[in-house]
């Protein structure tokens, strides 16, 4: 109920910077396996995997509000998802540092071979949600909050990436 509560204040407090961060240095890896254990925790239907690029630096940041802010950025995603489609969270280098990628995929059919990643055609339709409401929503704003804290920006439905829902830069120091 405490969590539940905080994230409420969280929603409507614009001072985000004033929130008190406990900083650590955790590896991607442990962060993900934390997020998993958090989704692990609820009743959950929709496929998500995590995958973290090697040889990504450490990030310093808390590591309960940042897990926290990547389970309602996760379970966001997946109601704007279709059937059949699984969430991925990934790692990666952007623009010389590590952030994290929430998005789609669709899981390869039994018996196929390929890449578990398909790129929606370019005359196809985006069928996302509107940005604006995904901004609304009380647990993007939760996250945002969160993300702000640590000095990250949410980036809400990137142009140009048809796949990926959310993303944002990790915090290293």
């Given at each position: 109920?405490?969590?539940?509560?905080?994230?409420?204040?969280?929603?409507?407090?614009?001072?985000?910077?004033?929130?008190?961060?406990?900083?650590?240095?955790?590896?991607?890896?442990?962060?993900?396996?934390?997020?998993?254990?958090?989704?692990?925790?609820?009743?959950?239907?929709?496929?998500?995997?995590?995958?973290?690029?090697?040889?990504?630096?450490?990030?310093?940041?808390?590591?309960?509000?940042?897990?926290?802010?990547?389970?309602?950025l996760i379970r966001c995603a997946a109601?704007?998802?279709?059937?059949?489609?699984?969430?991925?969270?990934?790692?990666?280098?952007?623009?010389?540092?590590?952030?994290?990628?929430?998005?789609?995929?669709?899981?390869?059919?039994?018996?196929?071979?390929?890449?578990?990643?398909?790129?929606?055609?370019?005359?196809?339709?985006?069928?996302?949600?509107?940005?604006?409401?995904?901004?609304?929503?009380v647990r993007v704003v939760v996250s945002?909050?969160?993300?702000?804290?640590?000095?990250?920006?949410?980036?809400?439905?990137?142009?140009?990436?048809?796949?990926?829902?959310?993303?944002?830069?990790?915090?290293l120091s």
């Amino acid at each position: 109920m405490d969590h539940v509560v905080g994230d409420l204040l969280l929603a409507v407090d614009s001072y985000p910077d004033q929130l008190s961060l406990n900083l650590q240095h955790a590896s991607i890896d442990v962060l993900f396996d934390l997020a998993q254990a958090d989704l692990e925790l609820v009743d959950w239907s929709k496929a998500v995997t995590f995958q973290c690029e090697p040889g990504l630096p450490v990030a310093l940041v808390d590591p309960t509000r940042l897990v926290r802010a990547l389970g309602h950025l996760i379970r966001c995603a997946a109601e704007c998802t279709l059937p059949g489609e699984a969430i991925q969270v990934k790692a990666c280098r952007r623009q010389g540092g590590p952030a994290i990628v929430i998005g789609t995929v669709n899981p390869v059919r039994p018996g196929k071979v390929g890449s578990r990643t398909q790129q929606a055609p370019s005359s196809h339709k985006d069928d996302r949600p509107a940005r604006s409401t995904l901004a609304k929503d009380v647990r993007v704003v939760v996250s945002r909050n969160l993300l702000d804290a640590h000095g990250a920006k949410l980036l809400i439905l990137p142009k140009g990436r048809p796949t990926e829902i959310f993303s944002f830069p990790l915090p290293l120091s």
